[in-house]
T-cell receptor
Framework: GDSVTQTEGLVTLTEGLPVMLNCTYQ???????LFWYVQHLNESPRLLLK?????KRTEHQGFHATLHKSSSSFHLQKSSAQLSDSALYYC????????????FGQGTKLSIKP | DAGVTQTPRHEVAEKGQTIILKCEPV?????LFWYRQTKIQGLELLSY????????DGGAFKDRFKAEMLNSSFSTLKIQPTEPKDSAVYLC????????????FGEGSKLTVL
């Protein structure tokens, strides 16, 4: 079946350093839609960014990700971490033509230290 | 527009009890989802409705979990009988039919089963 894998459960970084959270997926969909959701403490998850175009960089709120179908990856990056980036990040997958149903990864907790 | 509303926010149940969680989606949204959130598994899909029709009933969750959508603006998730392993946060989300693929999550119902 379809699945999303986030290999890091916890990533701890010092403020100002670059961020990279890994996301790989498996799917039967020929046109997958990939998402990153962010969940801050005591809040519900909200959409951070999304993409369905192969090899095209998508950006939002300082974060960026590029869907690479050849490697089934959609890693989340940011050039310089801020304390406010500390949160739980979920990578998710859907069929482009059935975008509502999302399959989520296990989540990566990002902790930024001063 | 009001967001997704979930009640109760917190529920404590004894093992074997029946509990019902409630969700009101964003007005006008046709897709409704129930997810279970735990630290180990992340976000697991329990049920998915499109225009009140059940599209997916969550596979492994079928035997004790039952979601219903009584009308376009109200859904329930019944867990019967509860077990301690059901302790988790249950999130309801909605989205527009074949729209952006963006889910709007409620604040969740935290269930503790003793």
């Amino acid at each position: 079946g379809d699945s999303v894998t986030q290999t890091e459960g916890l990533v701890t970084l010092t403020e100002g350093l670059p961020v990279m959270l890994n996301c790989t997926y498996q799917t039967i969909y020929s046109n997958p839609f990939l998402f990153w959701y962010v969940q801050h403490l005591n809040e519900s998850p909200r959409l951070l960014l999304k993409s369905f175009t192969d090899n095209k960089r998508t950006e939002h709120q300082g974060f960026h990700a590029t869907l690479h179908k050849s490697s089934s990856s959609f890693h989340l990056q940011k050039s310089s971490a801020q304390l406010s980036d500390s949160a739980l990040y979920y990578c998710a997958l859907s069929d482009r033509y059935n975008q509502g149903k999302l399959i989520f990864g296990q989540g990566t907790k990002l902790s930024i230290k001063p | 527009d009001a967001g997704v509303t979930q009640t109760p926010r917190h529920e404590v149940a004894e093992k074997g009890q029946t509990i019902i969680l409630k969700c009101e989606p964003v007005s006008g949204h046709n897709d409704l989802f129930w997810y279970r959130q735990t630290k180990i598994q992340g976000l697991e899909l329990l049920s998915y409705f499109r225009s009140k029709s059940l599209m997916e009933d969550g596979g492994a969750f079928k035997d004790r979990f039952k979601a219903e959508m009584l009308n376009s603006s109200f859904s329930t998730l019944k867990i019967q009988p509860t077990e301690p392993k059901d302790s988790a946060v249950y999130l309801c989300a909605s989205s527009r039919d074949r729209g952006t693929g963006q889910l709007y999550f409620g604040e969740g119902s935290k269930l503790t089963v003793l």
